[in-house]
């Protein structure tokens, strides 16, 4: 069974940055999407960027140019780096697995595509 664990979140200033990182146990990352997600309160969960074995990264938007994601083979995690924060990108981050297989790039940031997903870890970004 997949397990995942998010560590890394915390309280930064505006214009900061936090490293995500999510332990895959169990799983093996070849062919299917592996991704970030994050949910702010009263708002949707929202996809943030999504990555697969054989392709290049995904992002949202909001946070191109300021997040990059990446998978450690060696420790076999998937990471966050997110520079530039701002009070907007407050949420709970989430790491998901399990999701749409290699090409399928256009659903790589849908939720429901996903069948393994973490406890989330809260990130809070002050003004």
């Known amino acids: 069974q997949v397990q995942l664990v998010e560590s890394g979140g915390g309280s930064v200033l505006a214009g900061g940055s936090i490293h995500l990182s999510c332990a895959a146990a169990?799983?093996?990352?070849?062919?299917?999407?592996m991704a970030w997600f994050r949910q702010a309160p009263g708002k949707e969960r929202e996809g943030v960027a999504a990555?697969?074995?054989?392709?290049?990264?995904t992002y949202a938007d909001s946070v191109k140019g300021r997040f990059t994601i990446s998978h450690d083979s060696a420790k076999n995690t998937l990471d966050l780096q997110m520079n530039d924060l701002k009070p907007e990108d407050t949420a709970i981050y989430y790491c998901?697995?399990?999701?749409?297989?290699?090409?399928?790039?256009?659903?790589?940031?849908?939720?429901?595509?996903?069948?393994?997903w973490g406890q989330g870890t809260q990130v809070t970004v002050s003004s």
């Open positions: 998901a697995a399990d999701g749409p297989r290699r090409g399928l790039t256009h659903q790589a940031l849908r939720g429901v595509q996903y069948n393994a």
């Open positions: 169990a799983y093996t990352f070849r062919g299917y999407y």
């Open positions: 990555i697969e074995s054989f392709g290049g990264p």
